[in-house]
Nanobody, 124 residues
Framework: QLQLLESGGASVQAGGSLTLSCVVS????????MGWIRQGPGKEGAEGIA????????KYADSVKGRFTISKDNAKNTLYLQLNSLKPEDTAVYYC?????????????????WGQGTQVTVSS
């Protein structure tokens, strides 16, 4: 089964940038879609913010569109999330998620396999 391991979370000032990474293993050669989901402090429910399906199509939540970029290095089995122009409201635990499907939406319920999360804290 899919196993995901995130890294790259840190504390940064508003306006700064970060790159999150997620190493994927256990796919067994099957196709899968991936996404990034975040859980902010005191917020109800997780927010799906970016997806990259098996066709290479990307989707973004309005809250991050134009600031965040999802990408994948297939040779390294690694998913990335480039975070630019960070705002205090981007503070959250960021999770990498995946599932065996060709296409996926933004919603957290799209994925059955999740990493352990990495903390991003943005100070004003």
């Amino acid at each position: 089964q899919l196993q995901l391991l995130e890294s790259g979370g840190a504390s940064v000032q508003a306006g700064g940038s970060l790159t999150l990474s997620c190493v994927v293993s256990g796919s067994g050669g099957r196709s899968y879609s991936m996404g990034w989901i975040r859980q902010g402090p005191g917020k109800e429910g997780a927010e799906g913010i970016a997806t990259l399906d098996d066709y290479g199509t990307t989707k973004y939540a309005d809250s991050v569109k134009g600031r965040f970029t999802i990408s994948k290095d297939n040779a390294k089995n690694t998913l990335y999330l480039q975070l630019n122009s960070l705002k205090p409201e981007d503070t959250a635990v960021y999770y990498c998620a995946a599932d065996y499907k060709f296409r996926a939406g933004l919603g957290p319920s799209e994925y059955n396999y999740w990493g352990q999360g990495t903390q991003v804290t943005v100070s004003s």
